[in-house]
């Protein structure tokens, strides 16, 4: 009988996070090391990710959207200027976060060879 795991997805993108933001990075996270924190089978890995690319988008558009969402209870009762400056700083607050896949996707983006050019369309 099949092990039924709970929250699979959520728990790749958590793990793929991790790894990525760590010392090692992104280049040092593969689909095996993701897996195997997670306690699941490569090829289970397969059946929510097509890619390690695709991975890395995911976790930056939940990260994104999170932003997004948390914006509008930043903003109630603040001036404009403070809004905008907490716009402004959470933006960088995430772009701070990922730049290292800003510059891994600018490098992609020269090279653009078939995967890099997937890569740096989907960042």
């Known amino acids: ?4 795991i709970e929250n699979v997805r959520e728990n790749i993108l958590s793990e793929a996070k991790r790894q990525m933001l ?3 990075g992104y280049d040092a996270m593969t689909i095996r090391s993701v897996a195997n924190s997670c306690n699941i089978a490569v ?3 397969y ?6 690319e695709v ?3 995911h976790v930056m558009l939940n990260d994104w959207n999170r932003l997004v969402d948390g914006i509008t209870p930043k903003l109630k009762g603040a001036d404009p200027e403070s809004g905008i400056r907490t716009i402004f700083n959470m ?13 891994r996707s600018d490098s992609a983006k020269r090279s653009a060879s078939g995967a890099s050019a997937e890569y740096h369309k989907m960042i």
């Open 1 to 4: 009988m099949p092990k039924l």
């Open 22 to 24: 760590s010392p090692e």
């Open 43 to 45: 090829g289970t890995f």
């Open 47 to 52: 059946n929510y990710f097509s890619s390690k």
């Open 55 to 57: 991975l890395a988008a």
């Open 91 to 103: 933006i960088r607050q995430f772009s701070d976060i990922y730049a290292g896949m800003w510059k």
